[in-house]
């Protein structure tokens, strides 16, 4: 009878954003990534210059410079995709958004274009986190076991939401 009441678990998979390299958070060159400050996850050293969404959502935050794209799913979820380390600073130059704040997105769709190699130049690094920020709604999170993926193809990350 209590069945009838329990809540069924969310499991939500996202889908490699980029192509490219998987590299571990916990070699991301920045602690506030490799020591998990703002949530845990994965990263890709891209090899190309395309971010398409992880995940069917909504963007709950794009900013201005668009390195860094924040997406929540229907079950509550928070993603960020953060293009690089320190591109900050490039103010936006080499960076093209696809979309704004408010839109709702499907997994594949493009978000952002970037020139890989002027990022490779000018930042200091192109290794790219895609992170859940708020674990604490997270039951179990799976990471995958691949060293390479595509992007919108390949799953990147398997979570299990309370």
Known sequence: MFKLFSKKAVVEELVAPMSG?????EDVPDEVFSRKMIGDGIAIEPDE?????????????FFPTKHAVGLET???LEILIHIGMDTVALNGEGFEGFVQQGDRVKA???????NLEQIRERAESIISPVVVTNFD?????????ETSVKRGKSV???VKMK
């Open 21 to 25: 390299k998987v590299v571990q958070i």
């Open 49 to 61: 210059g395309v971010v398409v969404s992880p995940v069917d959502g909504e963007i709950v935050q």
């Open 74 to 76: 229907k079950s509550g």
């Open 108 to 114: 594949g769709d493009k978000l952002v274009t970037f």
């Open 137 to 145: 709604a997270v039951d179990t999170l799976s990471k995958t076991a």
């Open 156 to 158: 990147l990350l398997t």
